[in-house]
């Protein structure tokens, strides 16, 4: 009775010994399963992330490319930008020339900024003796000043001489305002010089024979 009471301990005994086995294999195979798991999905997002950051990084002739054609997209911006601006700041009345005017200020006067608009009218800024001043010629324009105020009736005119050498005569308009406007034509170009200021006539006429001499 002992004796097979101990054989069926034994046998009890082995098969616990086996099912434990065997719940360790399969524990150990589901780590192993779940840590290669792990493993690959860790791989596989920097693989892809590597490859689609390369993907994205321009090559080097691509990139040279793209920044030629930047620089000559902001050079047609440029271009568009003058060709819309009709007023093109120059240095200075020396660069008038190219429009056939010739347009001096006086040595004491504080000269300002000069243009050339729409390549047909200068203009020329400048202030002389505390008045501000704006001269303006053009060898083809005939009615160029830019000043749309309302004259007096009154015109002052004086006739060409030798001490006024101009075509014909020069002119003097009143504005409502108190202004002053100058007119005058002189080796194949017209001139205007308007002053808001209000300017003894004599006093302009004084700066006018100066300007003209330098026509």
Known sequence: MMKRNGWRFTVAAGLFALCLCSCQGNSAGKEETVTAAMIQQEDEPRGEGEEKQKAEEPKTGESEALDTEAAEESAADAEE???SNPMQEVSGPEALAEIGVSMGTPETAELGPCFI???????VNFTFEENPYTYRGSATAEDFSGIFEEFE??????AATDEM???KELTIKTTKSGGK????SRNDANYTLYTP??????ELLSLCRELIEKN
């Open 165 to 167: 050498p101009v075509e």
């Open 117 to 123: 608009i729409s390549q047909v009218v200068a203009e």
């Open 153 to 158: 009736e009154e015109v002052t005119s004086v």
């Open 181 to 184: 406007l100058a007119a005058w």
């Open 81 to 83: 930008i003058k060709s």
């Open 197 to 202: 200021a209000a300017v003894d006539t004599e």
